[in-house]
């Protein structure tokens, strides 16, 4: 299973972004897909996830500002980010969960500064 993030880039505090992860290969069943996040200097850090049966959960740093979404039929999870600000900067990664086992893409780099 391979999964490729897109939608990082630099944005200025208060912006919004929205990024994508798809996944490809032999997949049957992804339960969890999800997006975490590594600052500079700090551990990777859950940011949001979602099951296929639609539940959610969030970070309480982002709640209320970021949503997570699923299109089970593409394989696909988004991340719609708003009221961004400049702690949100990160390495932001997709990790899907299939069988037990966790799939992690390479990431995609998030930067708010003004």
């Known amino acids: 299973v391979q999964l490729v993030e897109s939608g990082g880039g630099l944005v200025q505090p208060g912006g919004s972004l929205r990024l994508s992860c798809a996944a490809s290969?032999?997949?049957?069943?992804?339960?969890?897909m999800g997006w975490y996040r590594q600052a500079p200097g700090r551990q990777r850090e859950l940011v949001a996830v979602?099951?296929?049966?639609?539940?959610?959960n969030y970070a309480d740093s982002v709640k209320g500002r970021f949503t997570i979404s699923r299109d089970n039929a593409k394989n696909t999870v988004y991340l719609q980010m708003n009221s961004l600000k400049p702690e949100d900067t990160a390495v932001y990664y997709c990790?899907?969960?299939?069988?037990?086992?966790?799939?992690w893409g390479k990431g995609t780099l998030v930067t708010v500064s003004s």
């Open positions: 979602a099951t296929n049966d639609g539940s959610t």
């Open positions: 290969g032999t997949i049957w069943g992804i339960h969890v």
């Open positions: 990790k899907a969960n299939m069988w037990s086992v966790d799939y």
